[in-house]
Structures are given as structure tokens and as C-alpha cells.
Nanobody, 119 residues
Framework: QVQLVQSGGGLVQPGGSLRLSCVAS????????MGWYRQAPGKQREVVAA???????NYADSVKGRFTISSDNAKNTVYLQMNSLKPEDTAVYYC?????????????WGQGTQVTVSS
């Protein structure tokens, strides 16, 4: 199992920046995939960025060039640096960890944090 605790987020003007943090209760070396998702009102949850096997980085097309996912293995922490924020980035952001086992996989979620981009 893994517990995830998120921090960061808040209100920012268009064009601004925010950084989200996600601290895992175990070494992220032991986690197959760490990712950030978001869910806007009335919309499905969508993937924003993910790190798989510690070295494969993937981004949603909508955030490429603006968002960066990174990790600090010593702190068991994954970050999402968000630059050039747009109003359409407004959503609740969730951290997710996926553990693969012999029966398949299990996903664990952080508590979510609100990001609001508005002037």
C-alpha cells in the first residue's frame, strides 16, 4: 500500500505558475507509475502527466511545454510544476500511484487539491 499527501495549489492569475507536491509513504522507486490527474466540474478525470518506471515521462497534449513532472527520490516526492497557466487548467488535481502485482494493479490517490486560474 501507499499513502499520498498532496500540497500546493490555490488561486493564480492567467499566465502565472504553481507547483504541486505529492509525498508518498514509501520509496517512489518501488512505485511503478506516479502521475498527476485533474478533474474539472462536469468533466471526467484526465491524466495530466506521469512518470513510469522512474524514467518515462508522458504529458497530455494540452499541457506539453507548460507543465513539468519531476521527482525527488530522497524525499519520496513527485512534483508538478505548472507554468503559463490558463483558465482551462482550473480543476481539482490528484496525485496517483500505481502498484503492479501478480493479480494486476492497484491505484492509490491523493486527497486532491484545487487549482483555480482566474483574473
Amino acid at each position: 500500500q501507499v499513502q499520498l499527501v498532496q500540497s500546493g495549489g490555490g488561486l493564480v492569475q492567467p499566465g502565472g505558475s504553481l507547483r504541486l507536491s505529492c509525498v508518498a509513504s514509501r520509496s517512489i522507486f518501488s512505485i511503478n507509475t506516479m502521475g498527476w490527474y485533474r478533474q474539472a466540474p462536469g468533466k471526467q478525470r484526465e491524466v495530466v502527466a506521469a512518470i513510469t518506471s522512474g524514467s518515462n515521462y508522458n504529458y497530455a497534449d494540452s499541457v506539453k511545454g507548460r507543465f513539468t513532472i519531476s521527482s525527488d527520490n530522497a524525499k519520496n516526492t513527485v512534483y508538478l510544476q505548472m507554468n503559463s497557466l490558463k483558465p482551462e487548467d482550473t480543476a481539482v488535481y490528484y496525485c496517483k500511484a500505481r502498484l503492479i502485482n501478480g493479480l494486476g494493479y492497484t491505484d492509490y490517490w491523493g486527497q486532491g487539491t484545487q487549482v483555480t486560474v482566474s483574473s
